[in-house]
């Protein structure tokens, strides 16, 4: 395959700008690396005191609290969206992740999305919004798959296709005084229902770093969700 532009975007506000180096090491290292790999992050923080080791460009947000940084990501990023068309692909990932085996040209599809754990735990344990008051609401017996907010991706063009939608759902739940159960995860599930995805990746590139849980030796995974205190990090 000839070269492609690759985005990576990210965001890192206040005290998760701590995981951007290794994450970025991580990515230059292992994912899609016979492409042109660049970084956008949005973060509140100033570029020049990021100190970072590799180029990024950066598009500044404001800090705000838990889980609005989570829930307002698709929002973000359609601020950046004549920036980010100019790619051929895009991929989000979780600042807090670890690339630590090879990522190829297997991710690269029109939407790419990750199935989560709970998807091998089975149906019963999917946690899709349920109240019909939200626009990311599933009714009981629809959706085949949960989908992991920690990894996505696909052509710029889809990948923004669907922001709009997610960032236009969650203002319309914000007007109607209602947060998503599971944040942007509940909006990507309800987007995937009616946009179902061209590439449905396995769990090893969005697994839970929970060893004593999960047999590594038959996920090998690639994309690690790194352990982490978030009451601490979040304050």
Request: some cysteine; charged content about 25%.
């Amino acid at each position: 395959m000839t070269a492609k532009k690759i985005l990576m975007v990210n965001i890192a506000t206040n005290k998760y700008v701590q995981f951007l180096d290794d994450l970025y090491d991580g990515v230059k290292k292992n994912f899609l690396t016979d492409h042109d790999v660049s970084f956008l992050l949005f973060t509140n923080h100033d570029e020049a005191l990021l100190n970072l080791k590799h180029p990024v460009k950066v598009s500044k947000i404001e800090h705000k609290p838990f889980p609005e940084p989570t829930l307002k990501r698709y929002n973000y990023f359609m601020q950046e969206r004549e920036y980010i068309e100019q790619f051929d692909y895009v991929f989000y990932s979780d600042v807090d992740m670890g690339f630590i085996a090879p990522v190829g040209e297997e991710v690269l599809s029109d939407l790419s999305l990750t199935l989560h754990i709970l998807t091998y735990k089975g149906k019963n344990y999917y946690s899709y919004e349920r109240r019909p008051q939200s626009t990311a609401f599933i009714p009981e017996g629809k959706g085949e798959y949960y989908f992991a907010g920690g990894f996505n991706g696909g052509s710029s063009k889809k990948f923004m296709e669907m922001s709009e939608v997610i960032a236009n759902n969650v203002l319309e739940d914000e007007k109607n005084g209602i947060v998503a159960e599971w944040h942007d995860e509940s909006h990507l599930n309800r987007y995937a229902i009616d946009n179902p995805p061209t590439n449905i990746l396995p769990l090893a590139y969005c697994c839970p770093d929970w060893k004593e849980q999960l047999n590594f030796d038959e996920i090998q995974p690639k994309i690690l969700a790194l352990n982490k205190n978030h009451e601490e990090i979040r304050a």
